[in-house]
């Protein structure tokens, strides 16, 4: 079975500043695909970033980018120029053949000013 | 349009009662699901439909049934639940079919049991 470790449950990063959320998955599929998705405070969850197993380069998304290591199986997530805005909840996730969405625990995000 | 739309937002229910959920989206999505999430965990998958049909069941007992009665809509009823079943109730739409077809997420239903 598939599964998704999160091993952050909280983040803090300044303003401006970058940070990097982890995410470690388990799997013995070789097709899959990976996502990073934000829940905001009573906000509804939106898609971050994805990635697909098979391309080596990683996926980039304006100040979003993910480290993707396939043979250690770790998709991390690094945020630039981190904005009040991007406090959340962030959950790692993970779609394989059965096609359903596993997620982490995930991590929450606060931002300083 | 790129929205799911949920009603209500939010629902408090006795043990007895009977109630439902809507979801609705007009983004051509045939594939639709129902997740349960609770405080600060994520959410667990409870139902997918695929072209109206009921795909996937993850052993949800039967006191929630869930309902497709066109391709825009989902409905998920409710009957003699218990105080554990308080949750927010997640609907998500998605094209079917390609493994890293985005899954648009509703609002949320934050359901209370008394």
């Known amino acids: 079975a598939q599964t998704v470790t999160q091993s952050q449950p909280e983040m803090s990063v300044q303003e401006a500043e970058t940070v990097t959320l982890s995410c470690t998955y388990d799997?013995?599929?070789?097709?899959?695909?990976l996502f990073w998705y934000k829940q905001p405070p009573s906000r509804q969850m939106i898609l971050v970033i994805r990635?697909?197993?098979?391309?080596?380069q990683n996926a980039t998304e304006n100040r979003f980018s993910v480290n993707f290591q396939k043979a250690a199986k770790s998709f991390s997530l690094k945020i630039s120029d981190s904005q009040l805005g991007d406090a959340a909840m962030y959950f790692c996730?993970?779609?394989?053949?059965?096609?359903?969405?596993?997620f982490g625990k995930g991590t929450k995000l606060s931002v300083k000013p | 349009d790129t929205e799911v739309t949920q009603t209500p937002k939010h629902l408090v229910m006795g043990m007895t009662n009977k109630k439902s959920l809507k979801c609705e989206q007009h983004?051509?999505?045939?594939?639709m699901y129902w997740y349960k999430q609770k405080a600060k965990k994520p959410p667990e998958l409870m139902f997918v439909?695929?072209?109206?049909?009921?795909?996937i069941n993850e052993s949800v007992p039967s006191r929630f049934s869930p309902e497709c009665p066109n391709s825009s809509l989902l409905n998920l009823h409710l009957h003699a639940l218990q105080p554990e079943d308080s949750a927010l109730y997640l609907c998500?739409?998605?094209?079917?079919?390609?493994?890293?077809?985005?899954?648009?997420f509703g609002p949320g239903t934050r359901l209370t049991v008394l």
């Open positions: 983004m051509g999505h045939r594939a």
């Open positions: 799997t013995s599929e070789s097709d899959y695909y």
């Open positions: 990635q697909e197993a098979y391309k080596q």
């Open positions: 996730a993970y779609r394989g053949s059965q096609g359903n969405l596993i």
């Open positions: 998500a739409s998605s094209h079917p079919g390609r493994l890293n077809n985005e899954q648009f």
């Open positions: 439909y695929s072209y109206e049909k009921l795909s």
